[in-house]
Every structure is written in structure tokens, then in C-alpha cells.
T-cell receptor, first 110, second 115 residues
Framework: NAGVTQTPKFQVLKTGQSMTLQCAQD?????MSWYRQDPGMGLRLIHY???????DQGEVPNGYNVSRSTTEDFPLRLLSAAPSQTSVYFC?????????FGQGTRLTVV | AQKVTQAQTEISVVEKEDVTLDCVYE???????LFWYKQPPSGELVFLIR??????QNEISGRYSWNFQKSTSSFNFTITASQVVDSAVYFC????????????FGSGTRLQVQP
């Protein structure tokens, strides 16, 4: 059982570069979301999706785009990376009662 | 709006001591879920427990126990006879039961268990 798979695990970007963080789940969950974790601040919601074709903003959406073309995949795109986006990113998939997290992506923007 | 407060930023104990991690939450929802996660130094989030808002029964799992008190909006976590392997950051989180179902996290409590 793969659960939630996030790639890459580590990434270093230069300011202004773009990239996509991948997230896939094999549990047929409708609800998926992206969080960022910064020191002393816990995890904060970036974007979420309640099903294929439906996405919405969380608390800290600026600088990020998402799409949900399939139930399985929920990629997070950084169009023009900034040092303020240096963080650890987690993808999550929800059933009605449980929340499953990917392993995280440690992103550094220099 | 939902809010989770973990007032203890860092706790240091000596092995075999008992330790309680506090969690206080705010929500306007009448039904919700509460979670605890452990984040070891390796960085992944390890699920510990989920509690439904209408189930106030306390729970014990080995050395771990949880005290849910709806009247005080608290969901505290106790580790009995702590071990070095318990050293980690612990997060309390709150989730809607419907709607976007996103989790609202506290800022975490770093627990250091000294040998």
C-alpha cells in the first residue's frame, strides 16, 4: 500500500525558477491538500481540493498554483520561486475520518 | 475560524518521567475531529490518534493516553514512563467533519527525553 507519495524529497531552486511538487494517492480519496511547515508555526494550509476539477485556496496560497485533473494526483506548482518559499511541504489525503500525509519535500530557494 | 494552541514550545524530561502535552482548541463547529501527530527527527508525520468530538471517552494505548474535555476545549496527551525514542515534535490538529476537511495545526511541542 503506497498511501500518499510525494516527490521529490529534497529540492534546491534558484530565485525565479519554477517547479512542480508531485503528490499522488492510491486510496481513492476525494479530499487532498497541501501544507507548508515553517519553524515554530506548525503546518499551514496552502491549497486544497474536494474532488477532481475542484480546488480552492487555503491560508497561505500566494505564489502557488494547483490543479486536480484526476482523483489520484494533486500537484503543487511554484511559478517563480522566492526565498520566502523555503519550507517543508506536505501533501495530505483525507478519508471521512483519517488524514494521511506524504513524506514531505524539503525545498530551499536560494 | 478554527485555532489550535500548544502553549508549550519545548519540554525536556529525563527518561521514565511522565509528561503531558497540552492542546487547547477553538471552533464554531459542533462536530469536528481532533488529531495528534508525532514528527520524529526524520521529518515524517506519524499519526497517533483521532478523536471525534462527540466521543469524550479517554483513550489509552500502551504508554500513551489522551484526555479529551469538551467543556474546556482541551485534548491533552500524556506519555507515561517516557523513553528517548519519544523525543520528537508533537502536533495537535483540528479538522472539520464536512466541507474542506483541512486540518488546522498547533505550532507543535518539541519533547526532548534525556537518558
Amino acid at each position: 500500500n503506497a498511501g500518499v507519495t510525494q516527490t521529490p524529497k529534497f529540492q534546491v531552486l534558484k530565485t525565479g525558477q519554477s517547479m512542480t511538487l508531485q503528490c499522488a494517492q492510491d486510496m481513492n480519496h476525494e479530499y487532498m491538500s497541501w501544507y507548508r511547515q515553517d519553524p515554530g508555526m506548525g503546518l499551514r494550509l496552502i491549497h486544497y481540493s474536494v474532488g477532481a476539477g475542484i480546488t480552492d485556496q487555503g491560508e497561505v496560497p500566494n505564489g502557488y498554483n494547483v490543479s486536480r485533473s484526476t482523483t489520484e494526483d494533486f500537484p503543487l506548482r511554484l511559478l517563480s520561486a522566492a526565498p520566502s518559499q523555503t519550507s517543508v511541504y506536505f501533501c495530505a489525503s483525507r478519508s471521512n475520518t483519517e488524514a494521511f500525509f506524504g513524506q514531505g519535500t524539503r525545498l530551499t530557494v536560494v | 475560524a478554527q485555532k489550535v494552541t500548544q502553549a508549550q514550545t519545548e519540554i525536556s524530561v529525563v527518561e521514565k518521567e511522565d509528561v503531558t502535552l497540552d492542546c487547547v482548541y477553538e471552533t464554531r463547529d459542533t462536530t469536528y475531529y481532533l488529531f495528534w501527530y508525532k514528527q520524529p527527527p526524520s521529518g515524517e508525520l506519524v499519526f497517533l490518534i483521532r478523536r471525534n468530538s462527540f466521543d469524550e471517552q479517554n483513550e489509552i494505548s500502551g504508554r500513551y493516553s489522551w484526555n479529551f474535555q469538551k467543556s474546556t476545549s482541551s485534548f491533552n496527551f500524556t506519555i507515561t514512563a517516557s523513553q528517548v525514542v519519544d523525543s520528537a515534535v508533537y502536533f495537535c490538529a483540528l479538522s472539520e467533519r464536512t466541507g474542506r476537511r483541512a486540518l488546522t495545526f498547533g505550532s507543535g511541542t518539541r519533547l526532548q527525553v534525556q537518558p
